[in-house]
């Protein structure tokens, strides 16, 4: 007599799916109608979002906002956006949820709500949203190193019910800042030619988090205003997503390549100045020196 997984007693099957990653609990669902009908349980997926993401759990509306297997599938795979050739619709009220780990303990979770997106000084002024003050720095109770941080930043319109995750996941940079000696984590994403980058400045002495802020940067190095920042956010919201360990590499080797143009768009850019600089000299000198001659010939 053969034995199938169909064969397995639902209740069995279904305390087994609820071991399984997310990942793992979407590629069973692909195996047969039971396992799909059993792996689409909402409190499954609300389980698994509130594991990989604990910032959840301080605010439950966000879950209610957008059903959990959509979280999911929108915020584990890194976005790529492109802005496409028709305007989408920007959000008016954005929520970021964000959570700090070391070697999978949480350290640090907050949601963070930015409100007035729609109003024309949220869109013109640079791009910025701050999780932790940095005059109230969060304190951190378990020890950790630096360089081995985790975040994640989720960005959600809760009014559309999609999500975007703008972190990378590991850092991509660590340094010291040079006033203060903490130590500067940045996790970035490149998108749509602009850089998504978090700035964690954090003190293993101290045992604090000072510091977690997200911002933009265009090619130039230039803060991205609002409604530039929220363009790009929408088309990653709708847009082609990536998962896996490689894709990893490539959003770390993205993030270098970009350092290295802003680089030499810098350098270029001081060259440029530097020639019109010493054309206007020049220009100055003959000027003074046409005066002096024609005082003197006269």
């Not at 976005?79 to 989408?88: F, I, Y």
């Not at 070697?103 to 869109?123: H, N």
């Not at 660590?174 to 998108?191: K, P």
């Amino acid at each position: 007599m053969v034995t199938t997984i169909e064969d397995v007693h639902a209740d069995v099957l279904a305390c087994a799916l609820r071991r399984l990653d997310g990942r793992s609990l979407a590629a069973a669902s692909c195996a047969t109608a039971g396992l799909r009908a059993l792996a689409a349980d909402p409190d499954t997926w609300r389980a698994l979002c509130l594991a990989q993401w604990p910032s959840l759990a301080a605010h439950p509306g966000l879950l209610s906002a957008i059903p959990p297997r959509r979280l999911f599938a929108d915020a584990s795979p890194f976005p790529r956006a492109q802005l496409p050739p028709t305007p989408l619709l920007l959000p008016d009220h954005l929520l970021s949820a964000v959570d700090v780990s070391h070697r999978g303990t949480p350290l640090l979770s907050r949601v963070v709500s930015t409100p007035g997106c729609s109003t024309p000084w949220f869109r013109g002024a640079p791009f910025r949203v701050d999780a932790v003050d940095c005059k109230k720095p969060a304190p951190i109770t378990a020890p950790f190193s630096p360089a081995e941080l985790e975040l994640s930043w989720l960005v959600v319109d809760p009014a559309r019910g999609r999500a975007v995750n703008v972190s990378s996941g590991r850092a991509v940079a660590v340094g010291r800042h040079w006033y203060t000696g903490e130590t500067l984590v940045r996790f970035a994403v490149v998108l749509g030619g602009c850089c998504f980058e978090t700035t964690v400045a954090c003190s293993e002495e101290a045992a604090h988090v000072s510091e977690v802020s997200l911002a933009v940067e265009d090619a130039d190095g230039s803060a991205l205003s609002g409604e530039g920042a929220l363009r790009l956010l929408a088309a990653a919201m709708v847009g082609e997503r990536r998962g896996g360990e490689r894709e990893r590499e490539e959003v770390r080797a993205r993030y270098h390549a970009f350092v290295r143009s802003k680089k030499g768009r810098k350098e270029s850019r001081a060259r440029r100045e530097a020639i019109i600089d010493l054309c206007c000299s020049a220009a100055s000198a003959v000027v003074v020196l046409a005066f002096i001659a024609s005082v003197v010939l006269r």
